[in-house]
C-alpha cells in the first residue's frame, strides 16, 4: 500500500517553455505532499509542501513565481517550472504519506528528469 | 531544530561482507528515525523506522538498525551485502513532540559493492 506515482518520469523541453510534474497517492489520500529537488550526488532539497485547498509553503530561496504547486484534490499535486532555464535542469521527486504524524514514513514516486536544453 | 550527519559519503564494500553506514542525529526533543534507499534514477524506499520500544529495528532486503540514543546514533547494518545493495542511502529523522513533522535527510552515503 502507500503508492505515488509520479509523471512524466524524464522530460526535455527547450529554454522559456514550461514542464508540469503530477504526483499522485493512488490508495491513500494525502492532505500534504512535498517536493523535492535532487542534484547530482546529493541529498534531497525540499522545495516546497503542498497543502490541499490552499497555498503551498515554499522553503527559503526556491521562487514560487518560477515553481508552481498546485494541490487540488487530495490524490494529485502538481509541480509546473515555468520559463524553464538550463540551470532548472535536475531530478525532481514528490513524496506524500497517509497521516500527518512523524512518525509516518514519507512515500516517494519515482522521480522525474528535467533536462532544459 | 534537528539535523543528520551521515559521516560517509562512499562505502565500497565486496559482496558477501558485512557492512554499517553511519547515521548521527541531533534534536532538542525526541526523534524518529529512518533509512530510506535510492536505486539510480529512482525515488526513494523506505528501509526501516523506530519510532520507539526495542532499540534494534529490521527492515527489508536483510538491513537491521540500532537505535543509541546517548550516542545519538542509528546505524544501518547488513551481515552479508549483495551487488543489488548497491545504491544511495539516506538516513531521516523527524520531531516525535510536535510541531514540523517534515523530515530531515542526511546527504546520503553510496553503498558500492564489488564482486
Known amino acids: 500500500g502507500a503508492v505515488v506515482s509520479q509523471h512524466p518520469s524524464r522530460v526535455i523541453c527547450k529554454s522559456g517553455t514550461s514542464v508540469k510534474i503530477e504526483c499522485r497517492s493512488l490508495d491513500f489520500q494525502a492532505t500534504t505532499m512535498f517536493w523535492y529537488r535532487q542534484f547530482p550526488k546529493q541529498s534531497l532539497m525540499l522545495m516546497a509542501t503542498s497543502n490541499e485547498g490552499s497555498k503551498a509553503t515554499y522553503e527559503q530561496g526556491v521562487e514560487k513565481d518560477k515553481f508552481l504547486i498546485n494541490h487540488a484534490s487530495l490524490t494529485l499535486s502538481t509541480l509546473t517550472v515555468t520559463s524553464a532555464h538550463p540551470e532548472d535542469s535536475s531530478f525532481y521527486i514528490c513524496?506524500?504519506?497517509?497521516?500527518?504524524?512523524?512518525?509516518?514514513?514519507?512515500?516517494f514516486g519515482n522521480g522525474t528528469r528535467l533536462t532544459v536544453t | 531544530a534537528q539535523s543528520v550527519t551521515q559521516l560517509d559519503s562512499q562505502v565500497p564494500v565486496f559482496e558477501e561482507a558485512p557492512v554499517e553506514l553511519r547515521c548521527n542525529y541531533s534534536?532538542?526533543?525526541?526523534?524518529?528515525l529512518f533509512w530510506y534507499v535510492q536505486y539510480p534514477n529512482q525515488g526513494l524506499q523506505l528501509l526501516l523506522k523506530y519510532l520507539s520500544g526495542s532499540t534494534l529495528v529490521k527492515g527489508i532486503n536483510g538491513f537491521e538498525a540500532e537505535f543509541n540514543k546517548s550516542q545519538t546514533s542509528f546505524h544501518l547494518r547488513k551481515p552479508s551485502v549483495h551487488i543489488s545493495d548497491t545504491a544511495e542511502y539516506f538516513c531521516a529523522v523527524s520531531n516525535a513532540s510536535g510541531g514540523s513533522y517534515i523530515p530531515t535527510f542526511g546527504r546520503g552515503t553510496s553503498l558500492i559493492v564489488h564482486p
Open positions: 513524496s506524500a504519506r497517509p497521516s500527518t504524524g512523524g512518525g509516518s514514513p514519507l512515500h
Open positions: 534534536s532538542s526533543v525526541s526523534v524518529y
